[in-house]
């Protein structure tokens, strides 16, 4: 939708000053604030012509005017100027990587706690997917009738977890398993383990029978990763700190979709471009209870691989600039950070 040069000035005035006060905007406070060379009389007109356009609105009759979903999204697409972050926000995102870790648990929760902290907003970083392809197995005799699987995907992402096994069960026994494991499921991922593959560890195992069972049900459900959590979430007081949820009901609707991983976890996959940072704002995200948030996401990477999101959670009088220059940073800092891993740190 065209609008000329005064209006576009008007709405950005408008947008700018409620962001910073939460606060309906009159005419008189923009005549007075920004400096536009006209009087608050042809403000008020041009306040008049977006209102019926449907770029902002007024909450209460004798109130100023506050900005519409649609007034938002023509401000991100049209409007809105590159944000540069302060040396001291690019500091914190420098210092939150610089640590070598090895836990992919370790880089989603940091990335998390980073976000969270500056933009003061909720954070959402969904994991790598477990799609990525297996690097090395190891499993290691916990005590008699239990092992810990250790499982590490190219991607960095480490898994592990205790299964039971037979009591006679010796070290050595699992180091055979574990070397099996790494010649043939090394490059693959779970798509690709396909009836062939089984077969050869089959036979590759067959001289050691007592095997045979604890193997194909490692296959079969321990290197099934889908079933970890996938989503971090975090500073989630953050956003219950606005004044947009004050009120009691609004937040428990919204603590309790947030608690609905499964759902959280396709909202935030079908709301984010593989390519660049996405704005959702309002009903854009296709949730009632979320009419009045907005959610500003991106998807991470190694290389041409996709491996997950992150994404800050807001009200709708978000500070979107800002907030999108910080998702771009944080997105290319955990890339390198992944690649990193990949490599082994060198």
Known sequence: MKMDTRKQQVLMALITDFIATAEPVGSRTIARKYEMGVSPATIRNEMADLEEMGFIEQPHTSAGRVPSHMGYRYYVDFLMKKHSLSNREEEMIRRGYEDKVRDVGQVVQRTGNLLSQITSYAAVVVRPRAAGSFKHVQMVLMNPGSAMVVVV?????????????????????????????????????????????????????????????????????????????KIYLGGVFNILNQPEFNNVDK?????????????????????????????????????????????????YRIGDTQLGTIGVLGPTRMDYARVVSIVECMTRNLSQTLEKMSRGWK
């Open 153 to 229: 995907m190219n991607t960095g992402a480490v898994h592990h977890r205790i299964i039971e096994v037979a009591g006679g069960i010796t070290q050595s026994d699992l180091d055979t398993i574990s070397q099996v494991f790494n010649a043939k499921l090394q490059g693959h991922n779970m798509d690709s383990i396909k009836l062939t593959l089984i077969k050869e560890i089959y036979f590759e195992l067959s001289k050691h029978r007592n095997l045979l069972d604890l193997a194909m049900y490692l296959i079969k459900d321990s290197f099934d990763l889908d079933g970890e959590e």
């Open 251 to 299: 937040v428990k609707t919204l603590l309790s979709l947030l608690e609905q991983e499964e759902m959280f976890y396709s909202l935030l996959e079908r709301n984010t471009d593989p390519d660049g940072v996405t704005v959702r704002i309002g009903e854009e995200i296709n949730r009632d209870e979320m009419k009045e948030c907005s959610m500003v996401t991106a998807a």
